[in-house]
Every structure is written in C-alpha cells, then in structure tokens.
C-alpha cells in the first residue's frame, strides 16, 4: 500500500484507489490543499473539529495535531474509505479521534441509504437526480441525520465535503457554538441556482461570506457577530 508524505503526515491508500490523478496530487501536496489552508487558518486552541466526508482523513490528521485528537470527529460513507481514514488517523498518532461510518443526510432522516461508491472513490455520492454512474457500486449504509451529528458533536468549526448533498444538509439551524464552516460545493451538480440557495441558506441561518481562506471551490462562511 503506497504510503505519501503531506504537511508531515503520512497517508496510505491502497494502489488501486489512484486514479483521476490522485498520485500526482497527493505528491504535490494539491491534494485538498484550499481545504488544509482555510482550516488552518480559522482553527483556534479549544476549538472542536466536525468534518463531514473525511475522505482519506487528511483534514481530521491536520485538525488533531492543532487541536488533539479527542476533539476532532470525522464522518465518512464508505465502508473501505472510513477504514483508510481510521487507519490514517491512528498511524499518525490520533487513535482518540472518532471516525463515524455514514452519509450525512437531512435533519430527522433515520435509517440506511443509498450510497454510490466508485473505484475513484472521492466521487462516491447519494444519489443525484438521475441514474447512478455506470461504475457506481451501490451499498446501503448508515444515515447519519445532520441536527443529530451536530447536536452530539458540538463542533465550533465545520468541513464539508460531501459531493453536492451539502444542499440538502446544510440548511440549519445550527448550534450556537459554531463559527466557521468550510465547504467544497459542487456547482456541476446544482448550478448556479444551487449554489445561490446555498449561500442564502446560511446566510438565513446567521452566517457570511468570508474570504478569508476562500479559493475556487472552497468557499468559507463565518458566523455574524451578535
């Protein structure tokens, strides 16, 4: 299992997941590198860390090393990726960090869903509005109801990266400690009108814009004062 060296920490993934020019990513240190810096730059000591789509568990490795491992929580759908994030999280020294095995879903949902897992397997999803892609292996796994999680988990800073489901998620209200959400959108699978209710969403639920952090895709939201 090929073994790389990001920020200091090392990730192991096996060889069959590098594809769609993963390796080189990982290599150059592009590997979600808008993501690290925003969060980085927004963590503070007490802070407790909730990231939504762990991946490979990079963000929740960066995060425990500001912040300890007991206060950071990952949730991941697939199977065989919340495996490869608990074993990044634990070869790296964060065994007290907790990585929870479930697609994020909307507050008050219960109950297993849908999950679309492909071999590239930062492109696993719930399912869009129309067919599953072709190479989609399709599994039943745990709904992790969003007010729940973030009830249980009391997060201040928020990461979500969860390939367009974030429309449906992250509508609030949310818990008065959070300050900082971190989001990748995806506006390939809901356009601009997606992504405008979005914004307006959070901004209903007390949160701005900010851009500090901010590049591309990865867009950061701030919670108003008062």
Same mark, same amino acid.
């Not at 592009?30 to 690290?36: D, G, H, L, S």
């Not at 762990?54 to 929580?73: S, W």
């Not at 639920?205 to 004062?225: I, N, W």
């Given at each position: 299992?090929?073994?790389?060296?990001?920020?200091?920490?090392?990730?192991?993934? $096996?060889?069959?997941?590098?594809?769609?020019?993963?390796?080189?990513?990982?290599?150059?240190?592009?590997?979600?590198?808008?993501?690290?810096?925003?969060?980085?730059?927004?963590?503070?000591?007490?802070?407790?860390?909730?990231?939504?789509?762990?991946?490979?568990?990079?963000?929740?490795?960066?995060?425990?090393?500001?912040?300890?491992?007991?206060?950071?929580?990952?949730?991941?759908?697939?199977?065989?990726?919340?495996?490869?994030?608990?074993?990044?999280?634990?070869?790296?020294?964060?065994?007290?960090?907790?990585?929870?095995?479930?697609?994020?879903?909307?507050?008050?949902?219960?109950?297993?869903?849908?999950?679309?897992?492909?071999?590239?397997?930062?492109?696993?999803?719930?399912?869009?509005?129309?067919?599953?892609?072709?190479?989609?292996?399709?599994?039943?796994?745990?709904?992790?109801?969003?007010?729940?999680?973030?009830?249980?988990?009391? $997060?201040?800073?928020?990461?979500?990266?969860?390939?367009?489901?974030?429309?449906?998620?992250?509508?609030?209200?949310?818990?008065?400690?959070?300050?900082?959400?971190?989001?990748?959108?995806? $506006?390939?699978?809901?356009?601009? $009108?997606?992504?405008?209710?979005?914004?307006?969403?959070?901004?209903?639920?007390?949160?701005?814009?900010?851009?500090?952090?901010?590049?591309?895709?990865?867009?950061?939201?701030?919670?108003?004062?008062?």
């Amino acid at each position: 299992m090929p073994d790389f060296q990001l920020r200091g920490l090392t990730l192991s993934l $096996p060889q069959s997941a590098l594809r769609g020019g993963l390796e080189q990513a990982l290599v150059s240190g592009r590997y979600e590198n808008t993501e690290a810096d925003a969060l980085l730059r927004h963590l503070r000591p007490g802070d407790r860390f909730l990231d939504l789509g762990a991946g490979l568990g990079f963000l929740c490795c960066l995060a425990a090393r500001v912040l300890g491992a007991q206060a950071v929580t990952g949730v991941e759908a697939g199977p065989e990726t919340a495996a490869l994030a608990r074993a990044n999280l634990d070869r790296n020294g964060f065994a007290a960090a907790r990585l929870m095995q479930g697609a994020v879903v909307p507050a008050g949902q219960a109950g297993p869903v849908a999950f679309g897992q492909r071999p590239a397997f930062w492109a696993s999803a719930l399912k869009g509005q129309g067919d599953w892609p072709e190479n989609a292996q399709v599994l039943q796994v745990p709904g992790l109801a969003v007010d729940a999680l973030l009830a249980e988990e009391a $997060p201040t800073v928020l990461s979500c990266d969860i390939e367009g489901a974030e429309l449906q998620v992250l509508t609030g209200p949310f818990p008065p400690g959070l300050r900082v959400i971190v989001i990748e959108i995806h $506006p390939a699978v809901y356009g601009l $009108p997606g992504t405008k209710r979005l914004f307006d969403a959070l901004s209903a639920a007390g949160f701005a814009f900010s851009p500090h952090g901010a590049r591309g895709a990865t867009v950061v939201f701030e919670r108003l004062p008062g």
